[in-house]
């Protein structure tokens, strides 16, 4: 009794498959690499690769997408902007079974800042606040709490940090944005959840998260001595 060659011949397509994709996974990282290098150079960036540990903050409380997770740095870069130490970088991390990568900014200055996460708030958001209530809303400024999820363990530092001038700043930014903004000691770090950025746009993206971190550094009541 001869055998079907049908389930050997789907075998062999999807190690044939399997073994095409790592193929192209390989040469996208090193073409990727290879390209954020370059972009490093042209903006005065010193490009660490994979070989950068992330950036610098404390272990509590947990409210940055870096401390939620173990992920992957890579293609990292560093230098400043606006007079604040920037730090550029893909970061991978597992998603149940699949994994997400961003291109995220992490910018520090000599400033403490309360624990917070800030993004676009969504229907689920406003269902779940309606039970734990953990939404920092401000009545003087109802469009902000309308667009934006405002997070922290610190509300009363959160609330003097979020002036009536960086609330405003807030509500001017287009919708389509979708900020998210984390704090967390010293360090501010900026990313939009629409997967990693193209080299080409790797400097857009530093100049509206340069323009974002100095305006919320700028708000910071109390600046820790030198």
Partial sequence: MQSDPIPFLMF?????????????????????????SQVAQLIGFQFLGDTWRGPMLPPQPNMCLIQ??????SNAMIGSSGGLNVS????????????????????SYDVQLP?????AENVFDRIGDAFVHNDIDFDSNPEFSRRYLLRSPDETGTRQTFTP??????????????????????????YRTTGPLRPGDIQPFL???????????SSVPVKRSS
């Avoid at 062999?12 to 954020?36: E, H, N, P, S």
């Avoid at 550029?88 to 910018?107: E, M, P, Q, R, S």
């Fill in 12 to 36: 062999g397509f999807f190690i044939a498959l399997v073994v095409g994709l790592i193929v192209w996974g390989m040469r996208y990282g090193k073409k990727r690499t290879a390209q954020f």
């Fill in 68 to 73: 939620r997770t173990r992920g992957r740095f």
């Fill in 88 to 107: 550029l970088f893909d970061y991978t991390y597992h998603v149940g079974k699949n994994t997400a990568t961003y291109t995220l900014a992490a910018f």
């Fill in 115 to 119: 624990p917070f996460e800030l993004r």
């Fill in 165 to 190: 001038s960086l609330l405003t700043y807030f509500e001017q930014i287009p919708t389509d944005k979708k900020w998210h903004v984390e704090a967390s000691g010293m360090t501010l770090i900026l």
């Fill in 207 to 217: 100049s509206q998260t340069s323009s974002i971190a100095r305006t919320i550094f």
